[in-house]
């Protein structure tokens, strides 16, 4: 006989083993590969959702400021656009749905007003309809809106159906700034339900921002909403001037196949390579002939900082002479002397609404002369020149002081009146003058163009008439500065996040005329504007979208976790199925030796007889993986839906994976066929054919040192257990970045399946040479308990294999949480906040003022708004970085916190390093960076952020700040987000404008009232309150989840473990053959010996699962303690119990085994 036959002919006689250890094999490899195979099939997933909800959308640019519609058709003809990319002009905002409707049951109810907020409004048109995978659902014209499905489902609406949409009016002047429209913020729009699309629906799922969730989507006519925004192309009545249609977005198709990256490198050129005019920049140049210059001035009157600098930079180079003038409007001037004069006096001294200019004075054209009548020029940061008009009022001397009075700018738009004082230095002459030059002042619609102050467009309540004398200034001068300060001061006290200059003049070059001037200035200004800095760069969202289809999470790595014991089982498993095959052949072993065979030769056989079932098993296992992976991906669409938040995910094998998970299968397999075959080399020929299989062991004296351990340990355990019962453990952080909450859970846990092992260790010990006394039952059970001991080490081994399976598993159930049940606490993660709101447009009034609440008809008389605080945030958008997006995010949505918070505090942290955190916000850090805080979850699942990491900022945020993870959140409302204080958020976003964001503290009882209250009373705002609680449960659904999918793979993995439990038993049973024959010689029957074996195997899995059990729940009583803790017991009970019950059966092949013995042969080994 060769060796191939001897091989084959050996698994094939003892088959029984061979298909046992094969099940185990490809239960192992079906586990491995599987897990690589459902990572697969969601980054594939994820990529293709990619591709169906862009459609053919390559590139996008969005954002705040809206240009021409004709730049679409004037960058189609650019040379790096032409045959090379589709392109389309749209409207991206945020808006927000109503509609009336009866619920299809309730035919004679009344109709409800059902609101839908954050919903994205795109207005289109074919352009577009024809880059997007529609499915030839036609697009929407005059007055129509498509839905998709998760909108018509929330507003109970039909085709047919008429909607109303609530949209922001764009504003040029900044809504939260002196001069900023606060009234008119939204318009309403009465639309037709033409199609509602379908869930599966591609355009219906159109998005930018990778996310695999359904999107709140509403797709209107283009031409529709310009029309009721009045951005549409209009003529001036009086100027004759027309006015181009606008749009904020532009969408990009490539027409042929290329490379993304290299087309978005073609597309990053300067603004006018790529069409940009001045004017779509919020931009525009003033020639002023009548004084020889041209002035720079913005839209929103103030200049922002990267247009000065640009300007700046560009004068330099074309060696231009400037001056940079900043104008602010004064309520009042008089002289301090006249202060005390009675009211109706002082006025007739009065000038009211002035505007006053800061600027250096110069003596040469064209920024010069100013000629003093009185005095002299030159200013120091408290004096202020008047012109003669203004003197003319004042009747004011070189050396008097006036008294200025001003609208400040507070943080909720609030405007109150504060004064200054200056000491005049001189009075400057309005004939042949620079001074009388009223483009000084930029031109706002509304104001500087009206008749009479009367005829202003009232951007704060005025005090009108004025004296007869500011009036009379107006109608001959208009905006004409009255005074004159430096430009420092007036930064300093007119200071704005959105710019430090209201103009930026500029001389033309010597010999060259104001036109030529203009022309090179611009041309150069757009060629070094940087683009990104306003948002105007094409993004690759396409493939933004690719790259982030690797996920937050390595659901390979995942998938791991989840099935680390049935991997680990099965590891345990094979190597032990192996070692009971060749114990069973002991005496072959021992008969080859004795023939001749070498020890390395057995060895060999043996090996090669593992690797051809490894081999087999692991190609059965990789098949039985694909439909694994299947059935995995179903879960996650169904029963594990909480975890993904999305339906259109499908199996994907990569022939890679496939071979990986192979090749891994088989090392793990083999490694655990080595572990099995390494103590035969110890055992003599001699000892081989009288069937030993290991050498004796004698058992060592009782240490006392176990009994002193368990003692020490119990009151240990006792102690930690009371203290976290009574919240003594900081939540800070311990060391190495984890709390001692987290040491706490580890060390309880670690010490009480030790001291539980040991107890057990002492016990069997303890009855390892005890008399087994009595009858029934009760005797067969103290029987079955000194079996166990006989081996105390293997039975060891298996019930802590078994505890710590256990442990794990109920550890994991224990960490249920429902916030439904938690109160507002405030070390809690609702912070004591009962509501959280947001609104679709910015709100610049305090809701906790009760005059701003009566202006918007909340009834501030009613008891329940007295007991009721609102929070408000600044808010940044960016991706959506919770649990619930489940694609590669880089930079999420940022709230900025404002000071009243930062004291307040509240809210529970984890691992953070200061006992008051949210002062951590107010920080100054060495390197620079901007401290931020953020939920836990979101740090290190989402962003992969610890504390002190680092998270880089956009390029056309601020490309070399950074931010700098100061403390983190536990379980907060505020996953998905960042948190900075208000004042860094200014200066990182000076563009944002209002609140957005709201906690609100309030009474249980008055919760429907005040949501309502305020979702009626604020609609125009898109105002939405939802409770904390519904939020929380909401991103716990995702962590549930997951538990719930390890509860149920790990619970496998542990039966796995109980079958392993019932190898050894039958490995216990094969070498006491002789010991359950004599028993059954002396008169035992079948069934007491079976029920012997069934006891043995009984304890020892009860005692695993209770030690398992018992310290997952003392490691886990912080959370068990705590308000919101939901634990399942009774899926956790049935879990454990189907193991006990399933193991139990297992156990019945060592009871076949133990009885099937033949009797006479036993006997005579004994």
Request: overall charge positive; glycine content about 8%; proline content about 4%.
């Amino acid at each position: 006989m060769t060796k191939k036959q001897l091989v084959f002919q050996n698994l094939f006689y003892d088959w029984r083993t061979s298909f046992a250890l094969l099940l185990g094999i490809i239960a192992g490899t079906t586990v491995i590969t599987g897990a690589l195979v459902v990572g697969d099939s969601v980054r594939g997933s994820l990529r293709q959702m990619t591709y169906d909800r862009l459609g053919r959308v390559d590139f996008a640019m969005t954002g705040q400021r809206f240009f021409r519609e004709e730049l679409a058709k004037e960058m189609a003809t650019r040379p790096g656009f032409k045959n090379r990319f589709d392109i389309a002009p749209a409207l991206a905002m945020t808006g927000s749905l109503e509609s009336q409707t009866r619920d299809s049951n309730e035919k004679n109810s009344n109709k409800k007003i059902r609101r839908a907020n954050q919903i994205n409004i795109y207005a289109v048109d074919n352009r577009f309809w024809e880059m997007a995978s529609h499915a030839e659902v036609v697009c929407p014209v005059e007055n129509e809106v498509i839905l998709n499905a998760p909108v018509a489902k929330q507003l109970n609406v039909k085709t047919g159906d008429k909607i109303t949409l609530w949209i922001a009016v764009p504003s040029s002047i900044p809504r939260d700034s002196l001069l900023g429209e606060r009234d008119e913020m939204s318009r309403e729009l009465e639309l037709n339900v033409k199609t509602i699309l379908p869930e599966d629906s591609r355009v219906g799922r159109f998005g930018l921002k990778p996310n695999q969730q359904l999107p709140f989507n509403a797709f209107v006519s283009l031409s529709t909403l310009q029309q009721t925004l009045e951005i549409d192309r209009r003529r001036n009545r009086k100027t004759r001037v027309i006015t181009p249609a606008k749009v904020n977005a532009l969408f990009l198709a490539a027409t042929t196949k290329i490379e993304n990256e290299s087309a978005a490198t073609s597309l990053q050129q300067p603004l006018d390579k790529l069409g940009f005019r001045l004017a779509d920049l919020g931009l525009h140049i003033i020639e002023n002939k009548k004084q020889g210059y041209l002035s720079l001035e913005s839209d929103q009157m103030i200049l922002d900082e990267t247009s000065i600098q640009t300007a700046e930079q560009v004068a330099a180079s074309l060696n231009l002479k400037t001056s940079a003038v900043m104008v602010y409007l004064a309520n009042e001037i008089y002289k301090a002397t006249d202060a005390k004069l009675p009211e109706k006096q002082r006025r007739k001294k009065t000038s009211f609404y002035s505007i006053v200019a800061g600027l250096k004075l110069q003596n040469k054209k064209p920024f010069g002369p100013f000629p003093m009548t009185h005095g002299s020029q030159q200013l120091a940061p408290n004096e202020i020149v008047i012109n003669t008009e203004l003197n003319k009022v004042l009747n004011a001397q070189v050396g008097d002081e006036l008294v200025m009075k001003y609208h400040a700018v507070e943080s909720h738009g609030n405007l109150p009146e504060k004064e200054e004082r200056f000491k005049v230095t001189g009075i400057v002459s309005l004939n042949h003058s620079a001074a009388n030059d009223r483009h000084l002042t930029p031109v706002i619609k509304g104001v500087t163009d009206a008749n009479s102050f009367a005829d202003w467009n009232q951007p704060f309540p005025m005090k009108l008439p004025v004296p007869k004398h500011d009036d009379d200034y107006w109608n001959n001068y208009r905006a004409t500065p009255k005074s004159f300060i430096t430009l420092a001061a007036a930064q300093q006290i007119w200071k704005s996040r959105y710019g430090q200059l209201t103009s930026f003049r500029i001389a033309p070059a010597e010999g060259e005329t104001l036109a030529e001037t203009k022309r090179k200035f611009q041309q150069q200004f757009l060629n070094q504007f940087p683009p990104e800095k306003q948002g105007m760069i094409f993004q690759p969202v396409k493939q933004i979208g690719l790259q982030a289809a690797a996920g937050t999470t390595d659901f390979s790595g995942l998938f791991f976790g989840f099935s680390f014991f049935i991997i680990l089982s099965a590891v345990i498993l094979i190597g032990l199925l192996f070692r009971l095959s060749v114990e069973r052949r002991s005496r072959q072993i021992g008969l080859l030796q004795a023939v001749g065979f070498s020890v390395n030769a057995i060895r060999n056989l043996l090996f090669t007889e593992g690797l051809i079932l490894v081999l087999v098993g692991a190609t059965a296992g990789t098949f039985f993986a694909i439909g694994y992976a299947q059935l995995m991906i179903y879960g996650l669409k169904t029963w594990w839906y909480g975890a993904m938040g999305t339906r259109f995910l499908n199996l994907y094998v990569q022939p890679m994976s496939l071979g990986i998970g192979f090749v891994i299968a088989v090392i793990v397999a083999m490694g655990a066929i080595g572990w099995a075959l390494r103590q035969f080399k110890y055992l003599s020929t001699r000892a081989l054919l009288a069937g030993a299989i290991e050498p004796e062991q004698r058992d060592s004296k009782p240490n006392r040192w176990l009994i002193r351990f368990n003692g020490v340990s119990l009151i240990l355990i006792a102690l930690l257990a009371a203290m976290a019962t009574w919240g003594i453990i900081p939540a800070t952080e311990a060391f190495g970045g984890l709390s001692w909450r987290t040491v706490l859970f580890f060390l309880v846990g670690i010490i009480s399946l030790t001291t539980s092992l040991t107890l057990l260790a002492h016990g069997l010990h303890s009855v390892r040479f005890s008399a087994v006394q009595g009858k029934g039952l009760m005797a067969l059970l103290r029987l079955s308990i000194r079996n166990a001991a006989r081996h105390r080490q293997r039975s060891l081994l298996t019930v802590g294999l078994i505890a710590s399976a256990t442990f794990v598993l109920v550890a994991v159930v224990a960490g249920h949480r429902n916030p439904a049940v938690e109160k507002p606490e405030l070390s809690s993660g609702n912070g004591g906040f009962r509501f959280v709101a947001q609104a679709d447009q910015p709100i610049f009034f305090n809701l906790n003022n009760k005059k701003e609440r009566e202006k918007q008809n909340i009834s501030s008389n009613n008891k329940i708004w007295q007991e009721t605080s609102i929070m408000s945030f600044r808010v940044h958008r960016g991706e959506n970085a919770s649990c619930l997006n489940i694609y590669q995010t880089q930079l999420p949505t940022i709230l900025g916190v404002p000071q009243k918070m930062i004291e307040r505090s509240g809210f529970k942290f984890a691992d953070t390093k200061s006992n008051s955190p949210w002062q951590l916000l107010n920080q100054q850090l060495d390197s620079g960076n901007i401290p931020v805080l953020g939920d836990m979850n979101t740090l290190m699942y989402s962003l992969h952020k610890g504390i002190d990491s680092q998270i880089d900022l956009p390029a056309e945020i601020a490309p070399t700040q950074k931010l700098q993870v100061a403390g983190m959140f536990d379980g907060s409302v505020f996953q998905g987000v960042l948190l900075m204080s208000e004042e860094n958020f200014l200066k990182l976003f000076p563009n944002e404008s209002g609140y957005r964001y709201f906690l609100i503290e309030a009474n249980k009882e008055n919760e429907q009232e005040i949501i309502e209250t305020l979702e009626t009373r604020l609609s125009p705002y898109g105002f939405d309150v939802e409770l904390i609680s519904h939020r929380l449960a909401s991103f716990l659904a995702v962590q549930n989840t997951y538990l719930s999918t390890f509860q149920t793979l790990g619970g496998l993995g542990l039966l796995l473990g109980t079958f392993g439990l019932a190898t050894v038993m039958l490995r216990n049973v094969f070498e006491r053959r002789s010991e359950l024959a004599l028993l059954r010689a002396i008169g035992f029957q079948e069934r007491e010996i079976a029920l012997l074996v069934l006891l043995e195997n009984g304890f020892l899995l009860s005692c695993g699962l209770l030690a398992g059990t018992v310290s997952a729940l003392l490691a886990m009583l912080p959370h068990l303690t705590s308000t919101g803790a939901d634990v399942p017991l009774l899926s956790g009970s049935l879990t454990l119990a189907g193991i006990f019950v399933l193991g139990m059966l297992a156990a019945f092949f060592a009871v076949i085994e133990a009885i099937r013995s033949p009797l006479l042969t036993a006997l005579r080994s004994e």
